[in-house]
């Protein structure tokens, strides 16, 4: 069978089929050092595997076939994602893969999907992004890097940060002023960058976590070909609340919550938590809040594959799911007494589990992507019309 | 009031769910200001005659009830758009415990000279059944031990049977020599007494005692009793998440519609933060009560093994409960002084909730049930 023939295949398994499928391709494949790893890993650790992937056809599960994805349905999805979660595979630099893939695909010219969307799923490109700056954060619309015409390019000027993974990057997508005058979203371009070129200096960021996760980029006179804008002068903030609105999707995916759910019950096994009722009560809230947050993210999802476009109401899965997986951490911290205070884990005999590793490390998902207090507030706004 | 919930947004109804929807929606628009709930508040049977007659001829009473028995036969996928209104419009009317549960248990037993015989009355909405199962506060056992059958007669005492008031026959779970075993008892049979509690919400639940009351046409024997039971009940625990659903659905629009309206230090206080946020964390709740009572009555109108019902009923029940609890009390709280009295509607919002939590089992003991199926 070809990876070809069997994109159409997928959603025809039945599902225990397909969860068979894929977690023995995930047994065989899949290094086993990197299994449930414990900071987000950079290309000399993962990258082999975006390749294993990506030769597997299997990069791009929720990218329509035609444009190399696997075309999964909502179900399916979900199965794949669960999978790999209980598997412990790592994250890859997916930038590319769930945001300017998606991107693209909805409104990138002809050019720019023929141009960009093999390279990213042959790995040659390796996305970052650039939005927000020292001064633009929750007010992400005040951004102030800068866009100048000079002929055929632009010249790039400015400041990003909180740049996930630049170091590991070629490409950047971001968000510059094209306009001062006027209202300040009516002035933002969104345009693509190669990372080597000339007047960029990428700076890594020790996190929490002790992770260089994340970095500032520089821009210097930085000239950039007019052609690697996507949708159009000024019109970038109309695109970049689209990707948003695909990084929500993203965020609200409940892969994250289900994968410290799977952690705190392999150390509630190992060390016997289940015999405490008071646990398992609080264990089950959490599993339910869980299984619960599924249930809507199969019915978000269904809207995408019905081919219709999900609005600001997304954001009620990114609030719950962050915050359900920060309890999840909380309560792993809290069972794990003294150990909740060490940077080492407890030996389960599923792998490690780092309970102190794990409250530090979910810190961040409620704030980036929008923090969950701007989320409330567009959900105020949009979806319940509260008055201002 | 503005339907701010995400249905009309993200989800698909079918043509037949919005016909059913659009005539639910109407029938609780003639009492909108919910006079008829008041008016039968605290006062027997605890629920309106006229609006039971009135959803026979709707045809909602045979919603569950196969054609044959003169219902229509319906999934929940149908049924759950007559719920939520139900909830909405705070119904004063026995329709999950008689329609949904007491119907669960005829179609679903062996006596078919019952079903020919009782079921086109049931759906007419002229016969009313009430099924009395519980012997203990908090118990979700199906096995009957404290109410035995010995000689086709029935002694014992039953719990918290709602809206027995009204009803014209109990369908009782008896202990007999061989195991439980489901029987129609008359309401007027000698030997039986009835007590009355008062729920805050205005209805009554009956506590049954039998002193060697004959039984009537055996329902269920043995074989199948408990399964029937289990089955019914389940069923009748997605049902009432569903009216929760309702319930809360329309107490944030009333508590958001409030917030609009109400002017303190120069602007609707709906427009401060602090409050836009409190009510944006209730509306996540509703929604995400939506998004699992929309999966769990696919899986009940699907194949779907008894303990994966159980678990799946268990889910939905533990988080409707929590959810229309925290979302009415809230919904007081947003009200400040007017929603602590009886003349503003928004408390028969909290003590319908408060009725529907506690009954079939409140969220906690959903969640051990759940623990102990999925554990």
Request: with cysteine; proline share 3%.
């Amino acid at each position: 069978m070809t990876d070809e023939q069997a994109v159409n295949e997928y959603n025809v398994m039945d599902d225990d089929t397909f969860r068979t499928m894929v977690h023995d391709f995930y047994v065989e494949n899949y290094p086993d050092e990197l299994r449930f790893s414990p900071h987000r890993m950079h290309w000399d650790e993962i990258g082999d595997w975006y390749l294993i992937l990506s030769k597997k056809g299997w990069l791009t599960p929720a990218w329509p076939a035609e444009y190399g994805g696997m075309g999964l349905d909502a179900n399916k999805l979900l199965i794949f994602m669960d999978v790999g979660e209980s598997y412990g595979v790592g994250r890859t630099p997916d930038m590319g893969i769930t945001m300017v893939g998606p991107l693209l695909i909805q409104h990138g010219s002809q050019e720019q999907k023929d141009h960009y969307l093999p390279k990213i799923l042959a790995g040659e490109y390796i996305w970052c992004q650039g939005y927000s700056e020292p001064g633009s954060g929750s007010d992400l619309a005040s951004l102030q890097t800068s866009a100048v015409r000079d002929g055929d390019n632009y010249i790039v000027n400015g400041h990003k940060t909180w740049t996930t993974l630049a170091m590991d990057a070629n490409m950047i997508f971001m968000l510059v002023r094209t306009n001062k005058d006027g209202k300040k979203q009516e002035g933002i371009t969104f345009l693509l960058i190669p990372l080597d070129t000339p007047g960029i200096t990428v700076r890594p960021i020790i996190n929490l976590a002790m992770h260089d996760e994340f970095a500032e980029v520089f821009f210097d006179d930085v000239k950039v070909p007019v052609v690697n804008v996507v949708g159009g002068e000024n019109n970038g903030w109309t695109i970049a609340k689209a990707l948003l609105g695909h990084e929500r999707i993203f965020i609200g995916s409940p892969k994250f919550a289900i994968l410290a759910m799977s952690r705190l019950k392999s150390m509630a096994k190992s060390v016997s938590l289940f015999d405490d009722p008071l646990f398992v009560e609080r264990y089950t809230r959490l599993q339910l809040d869980i299984e619960d947050l599924f249930a809507s993210y199969k019915r978000f999802v269904e809207v995408l594959k019905r081919g219709g476009s999900i609005g600001p109401e997304v954001s009620m899965l990114k609030i719950w799911n962050t915050e359900t997986q920060q309890r999840v951490t909380e309560l792993m911290m809290e069972a794990a007494s003294e150990n909740g205070g060490i940077q080492d884990g407890i030996e389960t005999g599923d792998g490690l589990v780092r309970p102190a590793g794990e409250v530090i490390a979910s810190r961040p998902t409620t704030i980036y992507g929008g923090s969950n207090e701007v989320q409330r507030n567009i959900l105020a706004k949009a979806v319940l019309r509260l008055p201002t | 009031m503005e339907d701010i919930s995400l249905q009309s947004r993200i989800d698909v109804l079918s043509e037949q769910q919005v016909l059913i929807q659009d005539s639910a929606v109407a029938f609780i628009a003639q009492d909108e200001e919910l006079k008829k709930t008041r008016d039968n508040r605290f006062v027997q049977p605890g629920f309106d005659q006229q609006t039971w007659k009135e959803m026979a001829e709707l045809g909602w009473l045979g919603f569950l009830i196969p054609e044959q028995y003169g219902g229509i036969g319906l999934g929940f996928d149908d049924l759950h758009t007559v719920l939520i209104q139900l909830g909405k419009g705070l119904v004063p009317a026995p329709f999950v415990a008689t329609a949904v549960i007491a119907a669960s248990v005829l179609v679903n037993g062996d006596n078919e000279a019952v079903k020919k015989d009782r079921l086109p009355a049931l759906v007419a909405g002229e016969w009313k059944p009430a099924l009395a199962w519980q012997e203990a506060r908090g118990s979700m056992c199906v096995k009957a031990e404290q109410v035995k059958v010995v000689d086709g007669k029935l002694s014992g005492r039953k719990i918290f049977v709602p809206d027995a008031g009204g009803a014209d026959d109990f369908i009782v779970s008896a202990a007999s020599a061989e195991g439980t075993e489901l029987y129609l008892v008359n309401k007027d049979a000698a030997g039986l007494s009835i007590d009355y509690e008062q729920r805050v919400d205005g209805g009554f639940y009956g506590q049954l005692s039998f002193d060697r009351v004959a039984v009537g046409d055996k329902v269920a024997g043995i074989a199948l009793a408990e399964q029937v039971l289990a089955a019914a009940l389940d069923t009748g625990r997605v049902a009432a998440s569903v009216e929760l659903l309702g319930v809360m659905t329309r107490a944030l629009e009333i508590t958001v519609d409030y917030t609009a309206q109400r002017v303190q230090f120069d602007k609707p206080i709906g427009s401060f933060q602090a409050l836009q946020h409190k009510m944006v964390d209730l509306f996540i709740l509703s929604e995400i009560s939506r998004s699992v009572v929309l999966q769990t009555i696919g899986l009940f109108d699907s194949q779907t093994s008894a303990e994966g019902r159980a678990a799946a009923a268990s889910q939905v029940k533990a988080r409707c409960s929590d959810a229309a609890l925290q979302i009415t009390k809230s919904a007081i709280q947003l009200h400040g002084g007017i929603g602590y009295t009886d003349e503003a509607n928004i408390g028969l919002y909290l003590k319908k909730a408060m009725y529907l939590a506690s009954w079939l089992g409140n969220a906690s003991a959903h969640r051990a049930r759940y623990a102990e199926l999925t554990l």
